[in-house]
Nanobody, 119 residues
Framework: QVQLVESGGGLVQAGESLDISCAAA?????????MSWHRQTPGNEREFVAT???????KYADSTKGRFTISRDNTKKAVNLQMTSLETEDTAVHYC????????????WGQGTQVTVSS
């Protein structure tokens, strides 16, 4: 089982930048496939933010394209989300996810990190 630990959330003003990170717990032996970020606001479903494959191919939600950059370090089994030009609409709990498994693909979720953008 893969456990993910997130860090880096916080409070920023609109227009500013913030990085959030996520890494598999030390000693994780599983091979990590895709790593992604999702986010959720109270009363709403989680929405896709960005994803990156093991070979570095990234995809973004339309709302984050051009402002956010996802990257990963395969040796550390970690993923980073660089967020620029933040908007109040980006305020949410951001969750890291990782897919793994040799046969059946499993998904691990982090505990979430709060990103708050003030106007």
């Amino acid at each position: 089982q893969v456990q993910l630990v997130e860090s880096g959330g916080g409070l920023v003003q609109a227009g500013e930048s913030l990085d959030i990170s996520c890494a598999a717990a030390p000693g994780t032996m599983n091979s990590i496939k895709d790593m992604s970020w999702h986010r959720q606001t109270p009363g709403n479903e989680r929405e896709f933010v960005a994803t990156i494959t093991a070979d570095g191919t990234a995809k973004y939600a339309d709302s984050t394209k051009g402002r956010f950059t996802i990257s990963r370090d395969n040796t550390k089994k970690a993923v980073n989300l660089q967020m620029t030009s933040l908007e109040t609409e980006d305020t949410a709990v951001h969750y890291c996810t990782a897919s793994y498994g040799a046969g059946s693909i499993l998904n691990a979720w982090g505990q979430g990190t709060q990103v708050t953008v003030s106007s």
